[in-house]
């Protein structure tokens, strides 16, 4: 069993930047890849990105390709999503979530252990 408790988000102008961070306990850590998702009003769930084990091996969705950066502290037990360049669109419930096993995806399914969720809105 794996608890993921997410903090950071807020409210942020266009352009700004935010970090959000993903802290889990229970068993190891680094024995789970990590994967960011997020929920746009009336919207279904969607990828943002995902890290691997090791943190070696890293994917992000188009849309935040080049302004995101997911990271992982396995010592600290804690993966990150950095933020910049925010825009409107952006705006969304932020989930962490993690998933064991060699392989990283991008399927919300394949994941067994999610964080609360934490509110980022982006203003115009």
């Known amino acids: 069993q794996v608890q993921l408790v997410q903090s950071g988000g807020g409210s942020v102008q266009a352009g700004g930047s935010l970090r959000l961070s993903c802290a889990a306990s229970?068993?190891?850590?680094?024995?789970?890849?990590m994967g960011w998702f997020r929920q746009p009003p009336g919207k279904d769930r969607e990828f943002v990105a995902v890290?691997?084990?090791?943190?070696?091996?890293?994917h992000y969705a188009d849309s935040v390709e080049g302004r995101f950066n997911i990271s992982r502290d396995n010592a600290k037990n804690t993966v990150y999503l950095q933020m910049n360049s925010l825009r409107p669109e952006d705006t969304a419930v932020y989930y962490c979530?993690?998933?064991?096993?060699?392989?990283?995806?991008?399927?919300?399914?394949?994941?067994?252990?999610w964080g609360q969720g934490t509110q980022v809105t982006v203003s115009s």
């Open positions: 979530a993690a998933r064991g096993g060699l392989f990283v995806t991008r399927t919300a399914r394949e994941y067994s252990f």
């Open positions: 229970g068993r190891t850590f680094s024995s789970y890849a």
């Open positions: 890290i691997s084990r090791g943190g070696s091996s890293t």
